[in-house]
DNA sequence: ATCAAATCGATAAAATTTTACCCGTATCTT
DNA sequence: AAGATACGGGTAAAATTTTATCGATTTGAT
């Protein structure tokens, strides 16, 4: 019944190969043909897609509208969701300036920081607001999910605050492991953790190509 | 011998707790104490950390120095790594601007875009480059990685030109799945991987709270 | 009309990752 | 000095995720 998380991280990478197949005129794509182009294993893919209950038809492929609108679904991006910004420096700036959430579902709202220096300035179609507006305009306007972009020392406190203020969802982009109630669902985008995968694959790829050299300095 | 890729995505939470305890002063740490600071399972931590081969003492914990002088070198951040990034967009310039790469034996040392009315602005210390003047760039400072930020239907062609040029590692913030040949490591960080995470588990938490209040209704 | 090729779906095997369990050891308390 | 406690380490079990296998179905070609 629950769908795991892995296959939920690759669902957006369907999503963006099924809206350019659909753009480009097609009606059917096989999981073969998907995990060409993801670099998956075709199994893989009919596993994932089989989650949702979707059915394809042997030697065709998926509707590609009844996947796109499946995993959307799954996804909870058919609705779109309000989310404000706590912390306007070079990252939140960047990401309220950003306008591909709409396709996620997501619409940014607002943004806020401390800086008096920075409140009432703007960031991109946004006017940055006091952090004492906060509480206000997270009841007045129901939201649920917020971005926090502030410094890793900061992190916790803003994070409480705006747990006391009613959020419920956290998307954390500081790099700090956050401790929140449990009916609070935080998810941390990291680019340490990021990087760190590829620090690691790459020595590893550089150590064997230097094996291949030595290898080949033999014959 | 080679160590699991979650361990390696949990290191780099291990290290900053790590320094946060050296700098209170502290000498020893166990993984229990990790754990609790990071909401991991104790278990967990210890095996993550036997990896390394590192061995602790039973009612003490593990000397953190130690601990973080190995992760540090397996995760290859001991030596700082010089990296250029391509697209002096919004997130492009948020990295160029972003000064805790260091921690990760990255640095960053030019920003490239195609964009005429970009080339010679400055952004963060940098000034932005023209496309043309990258190959010559990449050999003559022997670069090995680079951080594309384009948007994702110019990607693939940054990344073949990247490739082309000797590039080694690509860390894609574009929203595409790269193809590269095989001795080239690419990793993508997708905000709406990271995003999809939040938004499925945030539904079924209020899914459950929604369930919650109904049974108390009941009562 | 028959056969080959492509693909799906279900089940099971393999691989990976997480968690449990038990024992030994160092420290602290009384 | 004895015993309780906190913890590490090793082995094994459990859970999760990925991959393989095989039969069934649809299409297109001969």
Redesign the pocket.
């Known amino acids: 019944m629950s769908i795991?998380?892995?296959?939920i991280k690759?669902f957006p990478s369907y999503l963006r190969i099924l809206n350019q197949a659909k753009d480009a005129g097609k009606k059917y794509?096989?999981?073969?043909?998907?995990a060409e182009e993801l670099g998956?294993?075709?199994?893989?893919?009919?596993?994932?897609?089989?989650s949702t209950g979707?059915?394809?038809?042997?030697?065709?492929?998926?509707d590609i509208e009844e996947l796109i609108h499946y995993i959307t679904h799954v996804l909870g991006w058919d609705n779109t969701t309000d989310a404000l910004i706590v912390g306007a420096g070079n990252l939140g700036s960047a990401i309220a300036r950003y306008d591909g959430f709409a396709s996620y579902g997501l619409k940014i709202v607002a943004i806020f920081d401390k800086s008096t220096e920075k409140i009432g300035t703007s960031v991109g179609s946004f006017t940055v607001k006091s952090m004492e507006s906060l509480n206000r305009f997270i009841m007045e306007n129901r939201i649920s999910i917020a971005v926090i972009t502030v410094p890793a020392i900061q992190a916790q406190a803003v994070c409480d605050l705006l747990v006391k203020c009613g959020i419920r969802g956290i998307w954390n982009f500081a790099p700090k492991d956050l401790k929140v109630p449990e009916s609070v669902v935080v998810q941390r985008t990291d680019l340490a953790t990021s990087f760190a995968v590829l620090s690691v694959k790459l020595s590893k790829k550089l150590a064997e190509s230097d094996d291949l050299d030595s290898d080949e300095d033999m014959i």
């Open positions: 795991p998380i892995p296959t690759r794509i096989s999981a073969t043909n998907l998956l294993n075709p199994i893989q893919v009919r596993k994932d897609i089989s979707i059915e394809g038809k042997p030697k065709i492929g998926f």
